[in-house]
C-alpha cells in the first residue's frame, strides 16, 4: 500500500466519521424538537404542586431548628479550644 493509497483510505474514513456524527446530532435535533411538541402538547412542563422556588427569594430563616444551631454553635466552640 502506497503513501496516496493511504492518505485516501485515511480521508475518505475521516469524511464518513464526521457525515455519522453530522447525521447522529441532526437526528437527536429532531427527535429533541418532536419531544418538545409533545411535552406542549400534553401540558407535562406545568409545574404540579407549584411548590418551585422563585428566584432570588431565600429560605426563610425562621424555619432552622435550635437544636442543629446549638449543635453547630457547640462544635465551633469546641474547635476554638
Known amino acids: 500500500m502506497t503513501i496516496?493509497?493511504?492518505l485516501q483510505q485515511s480521508g475518505l474514513?475521516?469524511?464518513l466519521g464526521m457525515g455519522v456524527v453530522f447525521v447522529f446530532l441532526a437526528i437527536m435535533i429532531i427527535l429533541?424538537?418532536?419531544l418538545h411538541a409533545v411535552v406542549h402538547?400534553?401540558?407535562l412542563d406545568k409545574d404540579?404542586?407549584?411548590?418551585?422556588?422563585k428566584p432570588?427569594?431565600?429560605n426563610?430563616?425562621?424555619n432552622t431548628d435550635d437544636?442543629?444551631?446549638a449543635a453547630v454553635a457547640a462544635a465551633i466552640h469546641k474547635d476554638e479550644k
Do not use: N, R, S, W
Open 48 to 53: 404540579v404542586c407549584g411548590a418551585q422556588q
Open 13 to 15: 474514513l475521516t469524511v
Open 41 to 43: 402538547a400534553f401540558h
Open 32 to 34: 429533541m424538537h418532536a
Open 60 to 62: 426563610d430563616v425562621k
Open 4 to 6: 496516496t493509497q493511504m
Open 56 to 58: 432570588g427569594q431565600i
Open 67 to 69: 437544636e442543629v444551631v
